[in-house]
């Protein structure tokens, strides 16, 4: 990795520089807001991307809303795992974080002592993001999107080179695809199972699935009134 960190003609430096280089030309509140939003925004709109993804899934009911729901409950299990898996890769490729090789970037995070590639804030958000686009299309691009934007916005902070960037959406994919099927099947029937107790309707049924639920009630306690009218007049 020694070849990464050096500049000149490396276009991962150059464009290291080019992005970081747009701080320095920003407003001081601008530079705080990325702060922010690069270190907490973009993964808390993430969760709350996905609460509202259950939300949907939830209003619509149906058969498929359990293995929807149990894919839901995959994106953040996704982004856990996928950072797990980036503690060995960090240690094994020990690249040191841009500051530490090149003068001149503006760093807007202080305090980041540990090794750079992969960036877990863009390995998290895209595990996410992919998970969600799984469940449903609209949702999944808009949490990509968040995970572009938090790409973008670690390399503009001085703390990721983009490769780093580029290395966390790959592995975040990589993570939520191919686990996504034995997810399923693991959390598919626990979900299931929860949502048929007497306090788990809340996880999957919403207002048709209580509708439904009320329908098949009513048919089901006739059925039986009609049985048992039979039975006496029998």
């Not at 002592?113 to 993001?129: I, N, P, Q, R």
């Not at 503009?156 to 994919?173: I, R």
């Not at 099927?181 to 979900?191: F, H, M, N, S």
Request: hydrophobic share 50%; charged share 20%.
């Amino acid at each position: 990795m020694a070849g990464l960190a050096e500049s000149g003609s490396n276009p991962d430096v150059d464009l290291l520089y080019d992005i970081n280089g747009l701080a320095k030309d920003a407003p001081h509140w601008c530079d705080r807001a990325m702060e922010f939003v690069g270190e907490y925004g973009l993964l808390l709109a993430m969760v709350l991307l996905v609460v509202w993804c259950w939300w949907s899934v939830r209003r619509r009911g149906g058969e498929d809303a359990p293995a929807s729901v149990a894919a839901l409950v995959w994106a953040p299990l996704a982004a856990g795992i996928a950072v797990l898996v980036n503690v060995p890769i960090r240690g094994f490729v020990e690249r040191p974080r841009p500051f530490r090789d090149h003068q001149g970037l503006d760093v807007l995070v202080a305090g980041k002592t540990d090794f750079s590639f992969v960036s877990d804030h863009a390995t998290l958000t895209m595990a996410m993001g992919v998970a969600l686009f799984v469940v449903d299309r609209r949702f999944g691009l808009a949490g990509i999107g968040l995970a572009l934007a938090e790409g973008f916005c670690r390399v503009y902070l001085g703390v990721h080179y983009p490769t780093d960037v580029v290395g966390g959406f790959a592995l975040g994919t990589a993570v939520a695809l191919l686990l996504s099927p034995l997810a399923g099947a693991l959390l598919t029937p626990v979900v299931r199972a929860v949502a048929s107790t007497r306090w788990g309707g809340w996880l999957v049924r919403g207002r048709r699935g209580a509708g439904v639920s009320r329908v098949l009630s009513g048919t089901c306690g006739e059925e039986r009134a009609s049985v048992e009218e039979r039975d006496l007049a029998a």
